[in-house]
């Protein structure tokens, strides 16, 4: 039943497909082993981290510069 929601709400927000990332083994096991002690899932921390860092940046009236 979660994987159904899951799936649902994936569909609702437009996500249509995943796409892989390469990373190395190490920088893998670091991600993982602090997901797992955060209680985290790798998949949604990596998709905050790159929402967060990567938005564009915007002037005092929310204008993109």
Request: overall charge positive; hydrophobic content about 35%.
């Amino acid at each position: 039943m979660k994987k159904i929601i899951l799936l649902y709400t994936y569909l609702k927000k437009g996500m249509k497909r995943t796409k892989n990332l390469k990373i190395t083994p190490a920088t893998h096991e670091m991600l993982k082993k602090y997901c797992e002690d955060n209680g985290l899932k790798m998949f949604a921390f990596v998709e905050k981290l790159i929402k967060e860092k990567c938005k564009p940046k915007t002037d005092l009236y929310g204008d993109e510069l």
